[in-house]
């Protein structure tokens, strides 16, 4: 399975992605990983926060529900909800497909850090290791 080396990860399987600043913020692309979707097998749907909720660290912002089971979605981090991955409501089996592509679940817009927003989370090797370990 792929884990790329350009985003962060959190031990709850979502990755994050900075896209850019707007504004003073930055804003974060989040998914969750090709790990996370394998384990879930066919995601058949996804339920997402809307656009302006505040999210939290390690507080749930969305489910996604395969054949198998459904599963919390965290927030990898602080901030605003800019986006959400609209197309996902039509076609929750992208997940599968493209995780790190089109499969993206939100955006968001985290302000007042001068630095990496998800320098805090963990690289693509001690990812990784925290999947092999399991």
Do not use: C
């Not at 709850?12 to 900075?18: I, N």
């Not at 599968?96 to 963990?122: C, F, H, K, M, Q």
């Amino acid at each position: 399975m792929a884990t790329p080396n350009d985003r962060r990860y959190t031990d709850q399987h979502e990755w994050a992605l900075v896209q850019g600043t707007d504004d003073a913020a930055t804003v974060v692309r989040v998914g969750i990983t090709d790990h996370a979707q394998d384990a879930l097998g066919d995601i058949v749907f996804v339920q997402l926060p809307a656009v302006g909720d505040e999210v939290a660290p390690g507080t749930p912002i969305g489910e996604v529900e395969s054949t198998k089971s459904v599963s919390d979605v965290y927030a990898p981090l602080a901030g605003t909800v800019s986006a959400v991955n609209d197309a996902l409501a039509d076609a929750p089996e992208t997940i599968n497909a493209d995780p790190y592509g089109e499969g993206w679940l939100v955006e968001i817009r985290v302000s007042g850090d001068d630095g990496d927003p998800t320098s805090g989370l963990l690289d693509a090797d001690a990812y990784q290791a925290l999947v092999d370990a399991s």
